[in-house]
């Protein structure tokens, strides 16, 4: 599944540059997009930063990240959706992926717990 969810969250931070490049040229848009982007794109960075983790520990805390980072992915893109800040027809698939990540890092993150 590692790798697996490497590439996934890999293929999201490509499709969601898109998103962002989409965006208005204007405060807000350069405001939430630099928002989303930075927190979108480090979800799939902790992710493979986790599966080559020194310690049970480090890898914990790693995904820990990723889990936070992909609730503020979603919440970045519920804010684009809401005030129609680019096109909803992308903003809302990438937040069902995004809050996919949500739950699968909730699952890793208490089993890592649990082993921890």
């Not at 969601?16 to 799939?44: D, E, K, M």
């Not at 503020?72 to 990438?94: F, H, I, N």
Request: hydrophobic fraction near 45%.
């Amino acid at each position: 599944m590692g790798e697996e969810l490497e590439e996934r969250t890999l293929a999201f931070a490509v499709r969601l540059v898109a998103f962002v490049n989409t965006l208005p040229n204007t405060v807000a848009g350069r405001t939430v997009g630099g928002q989303l982007l930075a927190a979108g794109t480090s979800i799939g960075a902790n992710y493979r930063e986790a599966n080559r983790a020194e310690s049970k520990a480090d890898f914990a805390h790693k995904v820990a990240i990723s889990l936070k980072e992909s609730a503020e992915t979603e919440y970045w893109l519920l804010v684009c959706e809401r005030s129609q800040l680019g096109e909803p027809a992308e903003a809302v698939p990438l937040r069902t992926e995004a809050n996919e990540f949500v739950r699968i890092f909730s699952s890793i993150n208490r089993k890592a717990r649990a082993i921890h």
